[in-house]
């Protein structure tokens, strides 16, 4: 999974897609996360990041995490499979 080129994220957490105009504001964890897929980490790699830094456990871990690829799905913010073979 792939953040769009295009989307902008400011150290403060906010979120915005120039196409749309929509903006997101993120936690510091949403932050990481996105930092971490802008690196091109594989989910493993960031469930081992997020687990090393965070006092939470792989369940949650799951949960939250695929509720916020959802969302980015959801608003068009990654790429799809696609766009990253072009």
Do not use: W
Not at 47 to 73: H, V
Request: glycine residues 4%; charged residues 30%; hydrophobic residues 35%.
């Amino acid at each position: 999974m792939k953040l769009r080129k295009n989307i902008a994220v400011s150290e403060a957490g906010l979120l915005f897609n120039p196409v749309t105009g929509e903006s997101f504001s993120l936690n510091p964890i949403g932050i990481e996360i996105l930092s971490l897929l802008r690196e091109e980490k594989s989910d493993e790699e960031i469930r081992s990041a997020i687990l090393s830094r965070y006092n939470t456990d792989n369940p949650t871990f799951e949960k939250d995490y695929q509720d916020f690829i959802g969302i980015l799905k959801h608003n068009n913010l990654l790429e799809s499979h696609e766009e990253t073979k072009a």
